[in-house]
């Protein structure tokens, strides 16, 4: 060694040299985080040893600022009468049966922080990552979505990051061959310089092919197996999503992964392979944290520890230190746990694929994470220290100060559309607003049909993929969220996000099963933030027990802010549903001319927190609509049993009722005549809930009146499909719009603002 080189910080030297300064504040760890890693190891960590404590205890692999909020989903019950879960939180991915021997994966993450950093590579490495996750259960990958938040249309940084974070999702998951069916693009103030991008993947496996992340077995080999590991992403995801941004963009700037879609897509295959052989008898994937999470969460779940040869790890960059190899967070990485007799076959098959491997260690029987590096130990620790035992915070959290004055300030003092002329400019205005404008600039980016078993994709309210090509047997999918409700109020606000996901599975004629969550929040060091994390949490956890469906996991992510602007609270619920036939599911967009058209469900005077209040008054205030969950599993119900006698059917979500027509004749480019009774402008633009049109022909008229009835329903007559024009008759006057120039205001807006 010379005398430029650093000298190895081995577990000797840390017991020789108990005072050497080491730089736990510029890694994220607190003073007192860093004085319990030195009473659990009973002396000061390595350099080694301090990288992985640093990334496994970050707030983004941690949840140690959520944890006691988190644990109120494990009083769900997690077999219920819509089915039973084989895997739940804690898992790479939770999974549910479907019957027949079949079962679903489904998560939804965050990659926030790198997108706003790097665009076009956060975006793309977070479809990657959820993708790994999704293998990691045993699972063949089928499906993609993206909820996505940015700042305004008009902003310059949102034309900054919209193109490259769309190119990421659309390109990676394109070169994948998996098909993007669905998510949401939502544009607001609090997102600017906060984009959020959410990515949820969903697999398909039998029962016998469930895998889990645990290394069992001492003598037992450990591979590592995909692309090599370089300094690209070195602690990226785990430190930067914990941190939050300054004025400037992020306080910290570490390298975004760099990923590569191809080589995930033969990693993909490769993996699938070695399940098949039955030879794999633990795997993880290589997220945030990386080597670090990989190691010791696979020795913390299994009946052992782990023995490991760093210098083993192939490597893109031979300088790196060990303490960055053990916190890079390069893409398409997987490690495995094989029997020794086994490791020519795994060889084998990775050799077929064009895919690396290198057996780096051993699972051992002393309980200890044990990595050394050129015969050198760098690592000693007790692993469940490391990947679960972490700092657990209690964080304060009130009611803020300021949230009884804005739940007062309702939207009832707002200057209404006094005539049929000012009622029809505001429709228009609204269809070409950011948030209910034509998205198909972002959607066209993505391969919808790929692997062609796309049942349903955007704009349709959810996707489906068909499971199984013999019995058609299928799963709906659907993401959504509303900042500005759990602005007004987060308990609510997250049951009317579950609501809503719940309700756009229902109306393409599915039975909801279970729901993932990312729940995207500003800073858990501000109190107001934390009781907004608390109520929605609660309010969840409320709801999935009132509707009888379980959280089988997903993401927390904080620290999303600029200064101290955090973002709206965006609890982004995804709901899985079930449909027996696919072939028989209901579309959300207008079929054919003639056909009636009723509302289902109660509207009420609720324009609080609406897009029309925002819209039209850039004002946000009052209480969101009132919830009503019983209401909304009549409704599902319903909807099933429909199912071939409605002809179409779409949600009443953000708009109203004045989007949801316009919507599908927009779409199908069928027009619409209805009448709006009593106050139009309560009718168009209220966003009650629990609200669906349905379309059907004359002769189902009478079977759709005998469901309401039987379900307690409300139903509406409103008019009929056809002609050329948006046609309101209302007590104000008639209000005709072109259906070509109605379309054209909503597609323009996009385009527009990124040419």
């Given at each position: 060694m010379t005398a430029a080189q650093p000298v190895l910080d081995t577990v000797t030297n840390a017991s020789a040299d108990p005072e050497r300064s080491q730089p736990w504040a510029e890694l994220g760890l607190k003073e007192d985080e860093y004085a319990e890693i030195k009473r659990i190891l009973g002396r000061r960590p390595t350099g080694a040893e301090l990288?992985?404590?640093?990334?496994?205890?970050?707030?983004?692999?941690?949840?140690?600022?959520?944890?006691?909020?988190l644990r109120q989903f494990g009083e769900i019950p997690q077999e219920t009468p819509a089915g039973k879960m084989l895997a739940g939180i804690g898992e790479n991915a939770g999974?549910?049966?479907?019957?027949?021997?079949?079962?679903?994966?489904?998560?939804?993450?965050?990659?926030?922080?790198?997108?706003?950093?790097?665009?076009?590579?956060?975006?793309?490495?977070?479809?990657?990552?959820?993708?790994?996750?999704?293998?990691?259960?045993?699972?063949?990958?089928?499906?993609?979505?993206?909820?996505?938040?940015?700042?305004?249309?008009?902003?310059?940084?949102t034309r900054r990051v919209l193109p490259g974070i769309v190119?990421?999702?659309?390109?990676?998951?394109?070169?994948?061959?998996?098909?993007?069916?669905?998510?949401?693009?939502?544009?607001?103030?609090?997102?600017?310089?906060?984009?959020?991008?959410?990515?949820?993947?969903?697999?398909?496996?039998?029962?016998?092919?469930?895998?889990?992340?645990?290394?069992?077995?001492?003598g037992n080999l450990v591979i590592m197996y995909g692309a090599r590991t370089g300094g690209d992403g070195i602690g990226g995801a785990s430190i930067l999503a914990s941190v939050e941004f300054?004025?400037?963009?992020?306080?910290?700037?570490?390298?975004?992964?760099?990923?590569?879609?191809?080589?995930?897509?033969?990693?993909?295959?490769?993996?699938?392979?070695?399940?098949?052989?039955?030879?794999?008898?633990?795997?993880q994937d290589f997220g945030a944290a990386g080597i670090s999470c990989a190691t010791s969460e696979l020795a913390a779940a299994g009946d052992g520890g782990m023995h490991v040869e760093l210098t083993k790890v192939p490597l893109r960059d031979s300088t790196l230190a060990p303490e960055e190899i053990l916190m890079s967070e390069s893409q398409e990485r997987m490690m495995a746990v094989i029997a020794p007799e086994d490791e020519a076959t795994f060889y084998a098959i990775c050799k077929?694929?064009?895919?690396?491997?290198?057996?780096?260690?051993?699972?051992?029987?002393?309980?200890?994470?044990?990595?050394?590096?050129?015969?050198?130990?760098?690592?000693?620790?007790?692993?469940?220290?490391?990947a679960h035992d972490g700092p657990v915070y209690e964080r304060p959290y009130a009611r803020p100060s300021w949230q009884d004055a804005l739940q007062a300030d309702g939207a009832e003092a707002l200057a209404r559309p006094a005539s049929a002329e000012e009622l029809r400019a505001q429709i228009l205005q609204l269809v070409a607003s950011d948030n209910l404008c034509d998205k198909s600039?972002?959607?066209?980016?993505?391969?919808?049909?790929?692997?062609?078993?796309?049942?349903?994709?955007q704009p349709s309210d959810?996707?489906?993929?068909?499971?199984?090509?013999?019995?058609?047997?299928?799963?709906?999918?659907?993401?959504?969220?509303?900042?500005?409700?759990?602005?007004?109020?987060?308990?609510?606000?997250?049951?009317?996000?579950?609501?809503?996901?719940?309700?756009?599975?229902?109306?393409?004629?599915?039975?909801?099963?279970?729901?993932?969550?990312?729940?995207?929040?500003?800073?858990?060091?501000?109190?107001?933030?934390?009781?907004?994390?608390?109520?929605?949490?609660?309010?969840?956890?409320?709801?999935?027990?009132?509707?009888?469906?379980?959280?089988?996991?997903?993401?927390?992510?904080?620290?999303?802010?600029?200064?101290?602007?955090?973002?709206?609270?965006?609890?982004?619920?995804?709901?899985?549903?079930?449909?027996?036939?696919?072939?028989?599911?209901?579309?959300?967009?207008?079929?054919?001319?003639?056909?009636?058209?009723?509302?289902?469900?109660?509207?009420r005077e609720e324009l609080s927190g609406s897009e029309w209040a925002h819209v039209v008054h850039g004002h946000l205030g009052g209480l969101p609509p009132?919830?009503?969950?019983?209401?909304?599993?009549?409704?599902?119900?319903?909807?099933?049993?429909?199912?071939?006698?409605?002809?179409?059917?779409?949600?009443?979500?953000?708009?109203?009722?004045?989007?949801?027509?316009?919507?599908?004749?927009?779409?199908?480019?069928?027009?619409?005549?209805?009448?709006?009774?009593?106050?139009?402008?309560?009718?168009?633009?209220?966003?009650?809930?629990a609200r669906v049109i349905v379309t059907v022909t004359g002769e189902n008229e009478a079977a759709l009146v005998a469901a309401a009835d039987e379900y307690g329903i409300a139903l509406n007559e409103l008019g009929a499909t056809g002609g050329d024009a948006y046609t309101l008759s209302t007590e104000a006057g008639e209000i005709s719009i072109p259906l070509a120039e109605l379309t054209a205001a909503w597609k323009a807006p996009i385009p527009a603002a990124m040419a």
């Open positions: 990288a992985m404590y640093s990334v496994m205890w970050s707030e983004h692999c941690s949840y140690k600022s959520s944890k006691v909020h999974v549910i049966d479907i019957g027949d021997g079949f079962a679903v994966t489904f998560k939804v993450e965050s990659h926030n922080h790198p997108s706003y950093v790097e665009p076009h590579q956060g975006a793309a490495t977070g479809v990657g990552g959820i993708v790994r996750d999704i293998l990691a259960m045993g699972a063949r990958p089928v499906a993609v979505m993206d909820p996505l938040r940015f700042g305004p249309l008009t902003e310059p940084d190119s990421g999702v659309g390109h990676y998951g394109n070169c994948l061959g998996l098909p993007n069916i669905g998510g949401e693009a939502v544009f607001d103030a609090s997102y600017l310089g906060n984009p959020l991008v959410n990515a949820l993947a969903v697999g398909v496996l039998k029962h016998e092919d469930l895998h889990l992340a645990k290394a069992s077995g001492a300054d004025e400037d963009g992020p306080a910290k700037r570490p390298s975004v992964q760099v990923g590569d879609p191809f080589m995930e897509k033969l990693l993909i295959e490769c993996t699938l392979e070695l399940f098949a052989s039955g030879i794999v008898r633990g795997i077929k694929w064009d895919v690396e491997a290198a057996t780096i260690g051993t699972v051992t029987g002393n309980g200890r994470l044990v990595i050394e590096w050129n015969g050198e130990t760098i690592v000693d620790v007790d692993p469940r220290t490391v600039w972002i959607t066209d980016q993505y391969d919808r049909y790929v692997r062609g078993n796309t049942v349903l994709s959810s996707g489906m993929i068909r499971v199984d090509e013999s019995s058609n047997v299928g799963v709906s999918l659907s993401t959504d969220a509303n900042g500005r409700y759990a602005k007004l109020d987060p308990y609510a606000g997250a049951q009317l996000a579950l609501a809503e996901s719940y309700r756009n599975v229902a109306t393409g004629g599915a039975t909801p099963l279970a729901i993932s969550d990312c729940l995207n929040f500003g800073s858990p060091e501000d109190p107001d933030v934390m009781w907004q994390f608390a109520e929605a949490c609660r309010g969840l956890k409320d709801a999935c027990l009132e509707l009888g469906i379980p959280v089988t996991g997903g993401n927390v992510s904080l620290y999303n802010q600029t200064g101290e602007t955090p973002i709206h609270p965006t609890p982004v619920v995804a709901v899985l549903g079930l449909i027996e036939d696919v072939t028989k599911r209901t579309p959300s967009k207008f079929q054919a001319a003639g056909e009636k058209i009723f509302l289902l469900g109660e509207t009132k919830v009503d969950l019983a209401a909304e599993a009549s409704l599902a119900k319903l909807l099933k049993d429909l199912v071939g006698v409605i002809s179409s059917a779409h949600d009443l979500s953000d708009g109203g009722l004045m989007h949801a027509l316009a919507e599908p004749a927009m779409v199908s480019g069928i027009g619409v005549e209805v009448k709006i009774e009593g106050d139009a402008f309560v009718g168009l633009f209220s966003e009650s809930v």
